[in-house]
Each structure stands twice: as structure tokens, then as C-alpha cells.
């Protein structure tokens, strides 16, 4: 339905490199970005995580913003390093060339600066030039602003899924002849509030993720952001275009506020939905980027999902949060320019700690890059919630 | 891509959750601080459940569950919610709990509640409902990302029947903060809003929800979103801009601003936030009836849901209600309406509705 | 035992947020999960949490914390076998 989707730019920020052609090294050389908890000090500094080089100044010059005009959060100065790099690569000139929009996603929000300060707010005024920064919405606009956006901005916060589902309605915008361009993406920056809530769900794994490993035992939190620039096939510039967003689903599992099933159906649905959308068939995906935390829910729902829906064909699969860790409200986006990598480089990407096999499943996970023809990849990005979303990347 | 308006739940600071029509009396409060009025949940909830749920919790499932029994109990194709701030309480709680207790926390649940799509997956898991699902947190954008997702869905036709909800709460600490930046007038009537010619507005929160359709029939009898569109002005709020931007959206309607009847606009008792809608009444809105909205609701990143549910009875009931007219007290019925609002001088949202046939 | 067990009753009520239940309206033996109280798993973690921050016993093995939270009664000996080995 509607006109095609294409991706023309890529921007992404993260443990394992800034830019894609750091990330990529990090892939061929199999170097996880997962170690200790630097940039914040907390109880649980034993706890790995996968933390974004920089220090807080470093970004900012990175980024190459006037502080004293502005107030950035870690969480936004992600967004602009990731966003400036997919608006440049995409040969963006101007937010009026063409009919532009921004959807962004986010879960922690301004949370950085909300934590450092919320204490001494409730006693005094000193930080009150802070306050505007704390919600969700303070990154896409520093965002939007920065590069001249004026219509059609929004945030969508719905946990791990967040920036998938940002990518989805991108698209959509994009197919109703709403928009002719949109930046999409995500960011979450490493806070003491969401380390210490997963800490107290009992989910983060003491020694660093396993996805997919018979013996995983938890996920390991991460930080980063990445962008995305979507264009309509009539406005986009043919050597630009990577790939085409071909199918996406979004459902919910309706099952349990923060856990998915057993057999997972949730899963099962949104990447069925997903196929449906894109008019494929699970034979046509020839790798499927996983959602593949490291609990021992999500992976054996998602592992059975896989199972059940690709039944005996099953894709090269990998779940690559052993090297970003789990980026939360960025991931889904983060994943998205790894789809979009994987086909531009025509390789199906690796995962990292497993040892050994799921007693459930049939399959291992993709342990080395493997340059093969790449023609469609599936990404999945499950939240807390239940909210399920499905990805589908094509090469053009 | 227009929806119908088919049903509405809201939770407010006016009474209007045992009611669809306007409330008879307007309820005042001598405060700079609105509280929803709020039903027994105990009626629209089931209680065991109750115990877990955070005031926002309670507010989004009661409105919505008020809204679906009107729509029939119709299962909704997707559950869309916008929110500001999500669910505050339970953040500020957790966050607490992390500082005051040098992370030893002591309750996990705060923090499972805390995520911004709490109220939209807590719908759909008491429905089992496993179709479209999404918030939206964007400040003065929430609401109207909302409805443009819902009437995409429909014009998509992946859906027939959307709920669609704009909530916020307002807490104790977020109006502390504010007062730091001078958000707040100084306690008033709600009613007298208008006439304080001080800085600062009235905090408020609510709960709105509606049934958007694909159709209703007959035709003639429906209230109808015909379009929403939002535009953003980081470096401040201009006449003329905002005019042009109003016109384009009138003329993608095939209309001008001559064909308008109504405008109800998101003026919130504040003079600096105020200048452009007064601006806009002297050299824009000539001929229109003029309403204003904030002093039944007070101000909150959402508020345009209420608005959508005063606009729809308005229309729906071919009456403009006592005390929120600008111009004259008594206006006559209007077909079709305007709700402009802008949060900041800077998150700028229209939505146009009309009654019937346009 | 029968002051701690008690005193458990009402931590449970406000920790899980109880409103309509009263101390009496369940005894030690009352099954806490499935039937009985009725809790889930969410409840389970804020429980673990509870017998953590406020009587400094850790239940860190999935079997035991089925066996110790099962209920009232069961909390209250891990509590106290607790307390023995403190001395």
C-alpha cells in the first residue's frame, strides 16, 4: 500500500563505535562493548554494561553544540551525534527541500540530569534551569531544532520497542503522503534509575549477556542512539538509497506487564504480521536480527516464535545486544541501521557468548560475520508492556 | 482521512464522568491547582486489580472502559494514547526510593509503572487485546500524534473502531518545580482565570478518551474530525506564521478562515503565553464565536483532549454552553470548530471538527 | 514467632498494597501465591525486596523462595533461622 520506503542515511552512536564504519569494525573483529559502569557512579558498578566511550564533555564537543546557549542531556547529545551522521549521509541539504518530519522515541528521557538534580530541586531552586529537560520530548526537540524541523515531530515511548515502532510510523507518514522525508530513531542514555529498576526485576545478568545461550542469565543494560532518514521513492535520491523498509508490525502480547510467554506467541504474531505486510514468505528472510536480551524469558519466546514461524527453514540469526547491550527506547533503531548495514554490506551479522544451545530450539545463533547474499532482514524489538514490533529491511 | 467521533470517557476537573452531555453547573475552585473529579473506581475497575494501580492507572482505565461501554463494547482495532508525562507519580516515587535509599530500593513496582506506555499496555491487557498498540510522550504533541496515528489507521483501513486517549496527571513535586519558573498564578478562582492579569497560569490534569470510527450512520448525525495538524516554533510564537499555518490547514480542507464558525483556543490566563491568541481574535478571527477552554481543565500537556470533548458536545448538542464564550455570552449554535492550542509559545496543535456533513 | 508472623501480616498489606485485606482476613497457613492472597509473580519480587531491606534476609535460590514465600508462616521461620545464626 502506498508509495515505497527507502533508507537513505544512517547515523548511529553506541558501545561499540561512533559511526557505522566503527560499528562494522567492531563486528569483523568480534569486540564486544560491554564493561565495567564508568560515566555514573552507583551500588552496582559491578554489574557490566555497555557504556558509550565518552565522557559527558567529549560529547558535547563531539556533538559540536554551544552549551551556554542550551542545556543537552547525555540522552540528547547522543541523539545529535547519531542524528547529524544519518542527516549528512543522506545528502540532506535543508528541512524545506522536502516535505520533513521527525519521529523520535526515547524511555529515560532527560532521566541524566532528572537524577542528579531531582534532590536538591525539591529543596531549592539553584538547578530550576534544568527542570525543562527532564521529560521525553526535550531530545527531539533540541533535535528538531537543531536541524531546522518545524512539522510533524513526535516522541513514542513504549519501553524496548520504542524506536521500532518510531520507524513504523515514519513509514506510515511516509505511505499516507503525509511526509516525503522523516528522521527517525532513538536514543537512551545509561541511568542509575533504570539500573537500578532492572536490578530489582532480578533480569541483569552478573558477568554480561548470553543471548540465546542455554545458560544465559540476564540482560546486560546499554546506551546509545541511532537515526535513520526514510524518503518516499519519488523524492529520494537513487545513489543514496541503502534499503527499503518493506513490512513492519506492531501488536501487543497482552499477557504480562513486564514478561512474554512461554511459547512465544507474541512474537510469533508480530513477525507473522510482519511477513504479511512486506507479501513475504519466512523463506524469503535470509536474516533475522533478534530482539535476544539474554533472560531466559525473552529468548525462550522469542527462540520457539523463530521455531514455530520459519518451521525447519530457519535464517542465519543473531541477537547482537552481546555487543550494544540491551539500549532500551534505542535499540529498536540501533538494530535497524545493523538490518540496514547488513545489507549494504551483504553480510549476516554476529552474535557473541554463546556457548551452548538452547535445549528448546533447533537452532545456534550466527556466531562469525558471513558474507552471503543478504536480500531481507527481519529485526524484533519486544517491550515491557508486551508491545511487540517487527521490522523487515529489503535490499533495492 | 476524517473519523467519527462515536463515543467519549473523560475524567476531569469538571464533572463529566457520570455524564455525556455538558455538566450543569460549572465546578469552581479557589486554588492555581485542578484535581480531577473523580468516580468510584471500584464501579469501573475491577477491584482486585485496583490495589497496584497508580491514580494515572485508574484515570486512563476508567475513562477508556466509560467510553467503550458507549461505543457498545466494541473491541478496538488499536489503543492509542498520548501522555506529557506519563505516569509521574510512579517515576518520582521510584526515583526517590533510588536516592533516599542509596539504591537499597525498596518496591519494585513504582518502576514497572513508571514506563511512559503503562496506561495504553494495561488497557490491552485487561481487554486480551492483542491489535495496534502505541503512546505517545511529546509533550503538547502527545495528544495530537495520537489522533493523527488513529484516523491514519482508519484511511489505512487496518482499523475500524480506534481508542484513542489523552492523559496526564498533576503532582505535588511538578508543581513545585514549575512555581521555580513562575508557572502558577497565585491561588484564584478558576473561574475568574481571565480577569487575573498576573504571570502564570492554573495547573490542571484529566483523563480523555474516545471511540474514533471508520463510519457511523446516518451520516448527518455524527461529530467528525476532519483533520489535526501541529507545527513548532522554538524560537517563539509569531502572528504571522501562525496565521499562514492555520490558513494552509483550513485550505486543505477546501476552506478559508470566512467558512469557520467556532474556535476554541487554549488561552490558559497567562499574558505572555496569551498575546498570540488575542492577537489572533483582533486580526484574524473576525466573525467567529470564541471559546476558551483552560479554566474548566487548567493547563496540562493533554488539555487538547478535553477540548476535543467540549468541542464534540458543542457541536453534538447544537449548544454552546454558559461561561466559555470571550466575546458574548450567548452564542449561537456552530456546525463546525477550530481548536487551536499552544503550550510554551512554541508546540502549536490544530484540530478541526465539524458536525455532519462539511 | 506469633508477634513476628504478626507484624509480617502488616508488612504484606502495605508493601503490596492491600487495601481491603485486614490482618484477619488470612491466618500463617493462608496460601499467599496461586490461591489464598492470590499474588503473582510482580508481588513476589516486592516480597524478596521486603524480607531483603527490612529483615536482611536474602532468598536468592528460585526453589527456596518458592518454599519460604509460600506463606506466612514459612517467611517468618526463614526469618528467625536467620536471627539464630546471626548469634
Not at chain 1, 324 to 341: K, Q, R, W, Y
Not at chain 2, 183 to 190: E, G, R
Amino acid at each position: 500500500m502506498g508509495t515505497r520506503v527507502f533508507v537513505t542515511g544512517l547515523g548511529i552512536i553506541s558501545a561499540i563505535g561512533n559511526g557505522t564504519e566503527e560499528t562494522l569494525d567492531s563486528f569483523n573483529k568480534l569486540k564486544s562493548g560491554i564493561g565495567r559502569l564508568t560515566h555514573i557512579k552507583s551500588l552496582h558498578d559491578n554489574i557490566p554494561v555497555a557504556e558509550v566511550a565518552f565522557a559527558y564533555n567529549d560529547l558535547l564537543n563531539i556533538a559540536g553544540v554551544q552549551h551556554s546557549l542550551n542545556i543537552y542531556t547525555r540522552n540528547t547529545l547522543l541523539a545529535i551525534i547519531a542524528a547529524s551522521q544519518a542527516v549528512e549521509n543522506s545528502g540532506w541539504l535543508n528541512a524545506f527541500e522536502k516535505r520533513t518530519g521527525a519521529v523520535f522515541a526515547t524511555t529515560v528521557g532527560g532521566m541524566d540530569f532528572n537524577e542528579k538534580y531531582y534532590k536538591s530541586l525539591l529543596e531549592s531552586d539553584q538547578y530550576k534551569d534544568f527542570i525543562n529537560v527532564f521529560d521525553s520530548a526535550d531530545c527531539g526537540e533540541k533535535v528538531a531544532s537543531h536541524f531546522g524541523i518545524s512539522r510533524n515531530i513526535t516522541t513514542i515511548s513504549t519501553a524496548c520497542s520504542s524506536s521500532a515502532n518510531a520507524i513504523i510510523l515514519g513509514s506510515r507518514l511516509i505511505k499516507n503522503g503525509k511526509l516525503d522525508r522523516v528522521l527517525v530513531g532513538g536514543t537512551d542514555a545509561l541511568t542509575r534509575f533504570t539500573l537500578n529498576g532492572f536490578f530489582a526485576l532480578e533480569i541483569l545478568s552478573p558477568k554480561g549477556c548470553t543471548p540465546f545461550d542455554r545458560d544465559r542469565n540476564g540482560l546486560t543494560i546499554g546506551e546509545g542512539a541511532a537515526f535513520l532518514i526514510l524518503e518516499s521513492e519519488e523524492v529520494a535520491d537513487p545513489q543514496k538509497v541503502i534499503c527499503e523498509v518493506s513490512g513492519f508490525a506492531n501488536i501487543n502480547e497482552a499477557y504480562h506487564a513486564t514478561a512474554s510467554t512461554a511459547d512465544g506467541f507474541g512474537a510469533a504474531m508480530a513477525m507473522t504480521k510482519a511477513l504479511l505486510s512486506a507479501e513475504l514468505n519466512p523463506s524469503d528472510i535470509t536474516y533475522i536480527n533478534a530482539h535476544g536480551t539474554g533472560t531466559e524469558i525473552n529468548d525462550l519466546s522469542e527462540g520457539k516464535a523463530i521455531e514455530n514461524v520459519f518451521n525447519g527453514a530457519i535464517p542465519r540469526v543473531s541477537s547482537t545486544k552481546g555487543f550494544t547491550g540491551h539500549t532500551l527506547g534505542a535499540a529498536g533503531a540501533i538494530e535497524a541501521v545493523f538490518s540496514a548495514l547488513a545489507i549494504r554490506e551483504q553480510k549476516a551479522l554476529p552474535g557473541l557468548g554463546f556457548k551452548n544451545r538452547m535445549p528448546e530450539l533447533s537452532f545456534d545463533p550466527q556466531l562469525k560475520p558471513e558474507t552471503m547474499k543478504v536480500k531481507h532482514v527481519m529485526s524484533n524489538s519486544f517491550g515491557f508492556g508486551g508491545s511487540n514490533a517487527t521490522l523487515i529491511f529489503s535490499k533495492v | 482521512m476524517r473519523a467519527f467521533i462515536k463515543s467519549s470517557g473523560v475524567i476531569s476537573p469538571q464533572l463529566t464522568h457520570n455524564i455525556t452531555a455538558f455538566p450543569e453547573q460549572l465546578h469552581e475552585v479557589n486554588d492555581n491547582r485542578l484535581a480531577c473529579l473523580e468516580p468510584d473506581y471500584r464501579n469501573l475497575i475491577n477491584p482486585l486489580l485496583l490495589r497496584r494501580m497508580p491514580r494515572i492507572l485508574k484515570m486512563g482505565l476508567a475513562a477508556s472502559q466509560l467510553c467503550i461501554t458507549r461505543a457498545g463494547n466494541v473491541i478496538p482495532d488499536g489503543i492509542i494514547v498520548g501522555t506529557g508525562l506519563g505516569c509521574l507519580d510512579n517515576l518520582e516515587k521510584f526515583l526517590m526510593d533510588v536516592i533516599n535509599n542509596n539504591e537499597h530500593v525498596t518496591s519494585v513496582l513504582p518502576f514497572i509503572n513508571s514506563t511512559h506506555n503503562a496506561v495504553a499496555a494495561q488497557i490491552s491487557l485487561l481487554l486480551k487485546n492483542h491489535n495496534y498498540n502505541i503512546t505517545y510522550c511529546h509533550r503538547g504533541f502527545s495528544f495530537e500524534s495520537a489522533i493523527q496515528d488513529a484516523m491514519m489507521l482508519i484511511g489505512e483501513k487496518q482499523a475500524e473502531n480506534v481508542l484513542v486517549g489523552g492523559i496526564d496527571e498533576c503532582t505535588t513535586d511538578f508543581l513545585l518545580l514549575h512555581s521555580y519558573l513562575n508557572a502558577w498564578k497565585k491561588p484564584l478562582s478558576n473561574l475568574e482565570l481571565l480577569s487575573d492579569k498576573n504571570p502564570g497560569t492554573i495547573a490542571g490534569e484529566g483523563s480523555a478518551f474516545f471511540m474514533l470510527s471508520g463510519q457511523m450512520e446516518p451520516l448527518e448525525n455524527g461529530v467528525v474530525i476532519e483533520d489535526v495538524h501541529t507545527f513548532f516554533t522554538p524560537e517563539g510564537a509569531d502572528l504571522k506564521v501562525i496565521t499562514s499555518e492555520i490558513s494552509q490547514f483550513l485550505e486543505n480542507q477546501n476552506l478559508s478562515v470566512h467558512d469557520l464558525q467556532g474556535v476554541l483556543l487554549g488561552i490558559n490566563g497567562d499574558p505572555d503565553h496569551d498575546d498570540c491568541f488575542y492577537a489572533l481574535l483582533r486580526e484574524y478571527f473576525h466573525n467567529q464565536t470564541a471559546l476558551y477552554y483552560k479554566h474548566l481543565c487548567g493547563e496540562y500537556y493533554t488539555s487538547s483532549a478535553f477540548a476535543l470533548w467540549l468541542g464534540s458536545v458543542i457541536l453534538g448538542e447544537s449548544q454552546i454552553p454558559r461561561g466559555i464564550t470571550l466575546k458574548t455570552d450567548i452564542a449561537q449554535p456552530i456546525k463546525n470548530l477550530l481548536i487551536y492550542n499552544q503550550i510554551n509559545n512554541s508546540e502549536h496543535s490544530l484540530i478541526f471538527l465539524h458536525y455532519g456533513r462539511l | 514467632m506469633e508477634e513476628l508472623i504478626k507484624q509480617l501480616k502488616l508488612d504484606i498489606i502495605e508493601a503490596l498494597s492491600l487495601e481491603d485485606v485486614v490482618a484477619d482476613d488470612f491466618d500463617a497457613e493462608t496460601p499467599l501465591f496461586v490461591e489464598g492472597l492470590g499474588l503473582d509473580s510482580i508481588d513476589a519480587l516486592e516480597l524478596i525486596l521486603l524480607m531483603e531491606r527490612k529483615y536482611g534476609v536474602k532468598v536468592e535460590d528460585p526453589k527456596e523462595r518458592r518454599n519460604v514465600l509460600r506463606n506466612v508462616r514459612a517467611m517468618a521461620e526463614c526469618i528467625m533461622e536467620h536471627r539464630n545464626k546471626q548469634k
